[in-house]
């Protein structure tokens, strides 16, 4: 694939707010790290905002753990303008400070054993295209690892955090498409529920949804979103185990009467699921609470389906990340 001369490239903090300790000024700590390149041919009408998964950091979508070029490479290359996030306590920012006394946050780094029969697919022959073993001397892998730490503390502030950050991207850099990974997932329907109007498309790789393994006490996120009916808390949003499909896994919907979800309504949606990831049925689920949330533009892009075959979760880093991204790319093409 041909490289990609730059126009403009460049790294900013969004949202550096200020507290007092010890008698001092200081940031608060609250603030994320932004970095972008636009192409010198921008052929594509909005950029990309890249926001990685769960206790990763921007880097997940510049390189492969085996050296390929990333998304964002791949982006530039297809004439789109990228933005990279950190998401708040990730990466470059600092640890947000923690309350004295707060529980501790979820874990998001498991084992090296964890990680390999889980994201590099080390006990599922079909799972072909992570690129090395996925046991514990994995040169891929230990790439992976490198860049993984804990997530900051209270999934909830951290989403509202991510909805107010966000949002005040956009306001800086204007209408834009947002693709998610993972637990990042949340982060899309966030800044499209506060800035509904900038956001063309989100794309969910995979997307922490309500049938995952955490609990969102809001549907899609763990913090507050805009129904219709208004909720004035989660304890409104009841949500009950559905039989699923087929005798598949129950999926976590809405009560009836459901609310509608109407800034999220007609923004188009893509939720994108690897043919070999263990997160398929949490896919399922989370188009079908879209879905029943008034979501009227939302599509599932089932990989295996589509052609593209043995994939696992992390499917932008894997052996044939460009054929992922091409689906994703043909998508938008069709729908902004």
């Known amino acids: 694939m041909p490289g990609c001369r730059l126009a403009d490239q460049g790294c900013f903090w969004v949202g550096v707010t200020y507290a ?18 636009k192409p010198e041919v921008q052929t594509q009408p909005y950029p990309v905002v890249l926001v990685h998964g769960g206790g990763g950091q ?4 510049i390189s492969t753990p085996d050296g390929r070029p990333g998304w964002r490479t ?5 004439g789109y303008a990228v933005y990279l996030v950190d998401r708040p306590g990730h990466g470059r ?12 946050g979820p874990g998001l780094v498991p084992s090296v054993e964890m ?3 889980m994201f590099a697919g080390r006990h599922d022959p079909l799972h072909t295209q992570w690129p090395g073993t996925g046991a514990p001397d994995d040169p891929a892998l230990a790439q992976l690892l490198g860049s993984l730490q804990q997530s900051s503390p209270g999934i909830g502030e951290h989403h509202a955090l991510m909805r107010r950050r966000g949002a005040e991207l956009l306001d800086l850099i204007g209408p834009a498409i947002v693709i998610t990974s993972s637990a990042g997932g949340p982060s899309g329907w966030l800044m499209a529920d506060e800035r509904p109007d900038l956001v063309q498309a989100v794309v969910g790789l995979e997307p922490l949804g309500p049938s995952g393994p955490l609990p969102l006490a809001w549907g899609l996120s763990a913090s507050p979103l805009t129904y219709d009916p208004p909720a004035a808390s989660a304890d409104e949003i009841t949500l009950v185990d559905v039989a699923g499909e087929g005798g598949g896994p129950p999926l976590k919907l809405q009560a009836d009467p459901p609310r509608r979800l109407p800034y999220l309504a007609e923004i188009p949606i893509a939720v994108v699921t690897g043919e070999r990831s263990f ?12 879905r029943q949330a008034g979501c009227t533009r939302v599509e ?6 589509l052609g593209v075959r043995g994939n696992g979760h992390l499917m932008m880093v894997e052996r044939n990340n460009a054929a992922v991204l091409d ?8 729908v902004v």
């Not at 921007?58 to 979508?61: E, P």
């Not at 599932?300 to 389906?305: I, N, V």
């Open 20 to 37: 007092e300790r010890g008698g001092q000024t200081l940031p608060d700590g609250t603030q994320m790290y932004v970095e972008y390149q």
């Open 58 to 61: 921007a880097v997940d979508w």
């Open 74 to 78: 791949l982006l530039l290359q297809r």
């Open 93 to 104: 920012n600092p640890q947000p400070p923690v309350d004295a006394g707060a529980p501790p």
């Open 115 to 117: 990680i390999g029969a």
């Open 279 to 290: 997160a398929q049925a949490m896919d399922v689920g989370t188009v079908a609470y879209l």
């Open 300 to 305: 599932h892009l089932a990989l295996g389906e």
């Open 327 to 334: 689906v994703v790319t043909d998508w938008l093409g069709k």
